[in-house]
């Protein structure tokens, strides 16, 4: 079946660029009818979506306005794998940052990787 | 703040059954756009419990049930039992933000 998995850097410094990449294995990343997307949630508190992409063509990207000016959203379908950079990051980017698939019918969240904690910190 | 609002937290005993509402506005839920709901225990990922409303994807307990009426939804645990305890969201999409939107999550405690 399919899955996702992140994977990047556990610890960033004030003002450099956050990295992450999910890995799509089971399935490709090219299946229509789902965008790739990104969902955060700071410690202790609820989750956050940031942004998704569709892969076909160039790659349609849609953000949530609080991030767009700082969220960079791409595909590698080569590597089936898509991935996140936030730049410019403060402490309140501190978070675990989800990867997941999202229907693009209903807008449901149907599959998650595990989440990886990434923390802004000197 | 949440465009979706739930409740902080509700409980119950084992064995009942418990309500969480997800109110929203004619952007979102009130428009039409599907309510998707999600369980969280502690430490995991978030797992699709309920989409489209009220359809539950396989391997989901019929203990767990969706309703949608005009801005608001909910979702319902019946036979609640110990392993129920997690937080819960439920989530719709927004016209005016053009995006997804999660509700703020209420944390189910069984007593």
């Known amino acids: 079946q399919v899955q996702l998995q992140e994977s990047g850097p556990g610890l960033v410094k004030p003002s450099q660029t956050l990295s992450l990449t999910c890995t799509v294995s089971?399935?490709?990343?090219?299946?229509?009818?789902?965008?790739w997307s990104w969902v955060r949630q700071h410690p202790g508190m609820g989750l956050e979506w940031i942004g998704y992409?569709?892969?076909?063509?160039?790659?349609?990207?849609h953000c949530h306005p609080s991030v767009h000016r700082l969220v960079t959203i791409s595909v590698d379908t080569s590597k089936n794998q898509f991935s996140l950079k936030v730049s410019s990051v403060t402490a309140a980017d501190t978070a675990v940052y989800y990867c997941a698939r999202l229907g693009a019918l209903v807008w449901d969240f149907d599959l998650w990787g595990r989440g990886t904690l990434v923390t802004v910190s000197s | 703040q949440s465009v979706l609002t739930q409740p902080p937290s509700v409980s119950g005993a084992p064995g009942q059954r418990v309500t969480i509402s997800c109110t929203g506005s004619?952007?979102?839920?009130?428009?039409?756009?599907?309510v998707n709901w999600y369980q969280q225990v502690p430490g995991t990922a978030p797992k699709l419990l309920i989409y489209?409303?009220?359809n539950r994807p396989s391997g989901v307990p019929e203990r767990f049930s969706g309703s949608k009426s005009g801005t608001s939804a909910s979702l319902a645990i019946t036979g609640l039992l110990a392993e129920d305890e997690a937080d819960y969201y439920c989530q719709s999409y927004d016209s005016i933000l053009s995006g997804v939107i999660f509700g703020g999550g209420t944390k189910l405690t069984v007593l």
């Open positions: 992409i569709y892969p076909s063509g160039s790659g349609t990207t």
């Open positions: 489209d409303d009220t």
């Open positions: 089971g399935g490709s990343i090219r299946s229509g009818g789902y965008y």
């Open positions: 004619s952007s979102n839920i009130g428009a039409g756009f599907a």
